[in-house]
């Protein structure tokens, strides 16, 4: 079979863009010119998926059960080899275990030998991990700390401010998180009996946080200077189990970005620590989008000078690729050649849907190789998932209204496989009541992160392919049921 085009690493933020847009005569064009075996097969596949109504489901609260598919081959021998299918080897909702984390090594080194190893040399350090949801920004953290407390000795304190309202639920966090953190058994004794006070009632694995006594006592931990104190005493502790400093992580920060007093606390934190004579060894790293990023400085403009920004972008092709062989491989399960390039062309190197995209495929799989077929299965399961849990809440709910609905609707009509469209050509089919409300819905999908400007003048694209591919499946649903 004939190798099918690919778009480069340096096209890899709009992968499909390059296949639609240089398709001769757009729709007229036979597609299969342009992607070969690919396009062809995966569109037939998905030809026949959507013009059958829609794929049987069966529902399943965990998401882990695979659609029953129509067109299933009855050669599947799909009971004898379900019974034996091996732990999925995907992370659809949680940070990636270490062994199986892929790529990333610049932001990875630049944590490791900007930050860790400044840190264990007595040098404080400050990062703010960067981007979009579901891009690998905790995956990434929670790597980098591993490592930095295997190489470094420095001791992970992973806090999720999910949920903080004030400094005083944060510092409260933060306790917590470093009476939990030990991994090392010996640094983990010393510090719950320097904490005894906040250690709860012991369980069968590990014990409770006495949440009461840490709640009380949180102002102590609140300022800037009492936070240090907490760290400087912490290392006293356990500086003879080897710990030569701390990699503190404050991840999800969105809920209190816009709060200033979080913006002067760490402002105030990092460089009340900078300037003792003997700083606390600190590797901080906050995590959170740009736009919090953007935020905290609104607040507080001197934040801005404190971090060292460290940006998380889509994977490259050569990641995704090694993703999803790599967690293949270690379930026993080989991917057709044919397989990489749909995996890629619809994750865009998303880890988010890449590991949706895998489970889904892996469940899809029956003999052992992930093919062209499986896959094609997979994105629609897929793009149902992301439509469940992003597109209907985000996006359908947001934009109620019968208009918004039937604009919808005609975009989502268009080729399923292009990522772009034009304004001018959807406003020519809309009526003339939807035409009044056509830029108002178009920047609305924008401020909702759907679609952004594209290259040419009136010209949108949507950001995430999956999501694209769900508004014309929905469309397609809806119009099929009569509205
Ligand atoms: N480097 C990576 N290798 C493999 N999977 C990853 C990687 N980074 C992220 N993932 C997976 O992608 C999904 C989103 O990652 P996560 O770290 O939670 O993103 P964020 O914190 O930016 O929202 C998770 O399911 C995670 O397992
Ligand atoms: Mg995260």
Not at 271 to 278: A, W, Y
Request: charged share 25%; proline share 5%.
């Amino acid at each position: 079979m004939e190798a099918p085009r690919l778009p480069e690493d340096g096209q890899r933020r709009r992968p499909l863009i390059l296949w639609g847009s240089k398709r001769p005569g757009a729709a007229s064009a036979a597609p299969g010119l342009f992607l070969g075996e690919v396009w062809l097969r995966f569109g037939c596949g998905l030809g026949v998926v959507l013009a059958a109504g829609s794929t049987v489901w069966r529902d399943d609260p965990q998401g882990h059960s695979p659609p029953i598919h129509h067109n299933r081959r009855v050669t599947d021998h799909w009971d004898a080899t379900e019974a034996t299918k091996s732990r999925s080897p995907f992370f659809p909702g949680q940070p990636v275990p270490v062994e199986f984390f892929v790529g990333r090594a610049k932001q990875a080194d630049r944590l490791l030998r900007r930050g860790a190893q400044q840190v264990a040399a007595g040098k404080p350090t400050a990062f703010f991990v960067e981007g979009d949801y579901g891009i690998g920004k905790s995956s990434l953290v929670t790597y980098a700390q591993r490592l930095a407390e295997d190489d470094f000795g420095l001791l992970p304190v992973y806090v999720t401010l999910g949920g903080c309202k004030t400094i005083e639920d944060v510092a409260a966090r933060v306790v917590e998180a470093t009476l939990s953190s030990a991994t090392n058994d010996k640094a983990g004794d010393k510090l719950r009996e320097w904490l005894a006070r906040y250690v709860g009632e012991q369980q069968l694995f590990g014990f409770r946080i006495n949440l009461q006594a840490l709640r009380a006592d949180a102002p102590n931990f609140s300022s800037p200077q009492g936070m240090l104190r907490f760290f400087r005493d912490a290392l006293a502790k356990v500086a003879d189990s080897g710990v030569t400093g701390f990699f503190l992580v404050l991840d999800e920060v969105n809920g209190i970005a816009g709060d200033p007093t979080f913006s002067i606390f760490l402002k105030s934190f990092v460089d009340e620590n900078g300037v003792t004579g003997s700083p606390v060894p600190m590797l901080l790293t906050v995590c959170g989008t740009e736009d919090k990023r953007r935020e905290m400085i609104a607040r507080h403009q001197p934040v801005d000078r404190v971090f060292d920004v460290v940006h998380v972008d889509p994977m490259t092709r050569a990641e995704t690729d090694e993703f999803f062989s790599r967690a293949f491989r270690s379930a026993r399960i080989e991917v057709a050649d044919e397989a990489f390039p749909l995996l890629w062309a619809y994750s865009a190197g998303l880890p988010k849907i890449m590991q949706m995209l895998g489970d889904n495929a892996f469940w899809m799989d029956r003999d052992g190789t992930v093919t062209m077929d499986d896959v094609s299965e997979a994105v629609v399961a897929t793009a149902e998932e992301v439509g469940r849990k992003f597109v209907d809440q985000q996006v359908y709910n947001e934009l109620r209204g019968d208009h918004y609905q039937a604009i919808l609707d005609v975009i989502g009509q268009k080729d399923p496989f292009e990522r772009t469209f034009s304004r001018s050509e959807i406003m020519a089919t809309l009526t003339e009541p939807q035409k009044k409300v056509f830029d108002n819905f178009l920047r609305r999908m924008t401020q909702l992160q759907v679609i952004r400007k594209g290259g040419r003048a009136g010209e949108y694209e949507f950001n995430v392919l999956m999501v694209r591919f769900y508004i014309h499946i929905a469309a397609r649903r809806r119009i099929a049921s009569g509205g």
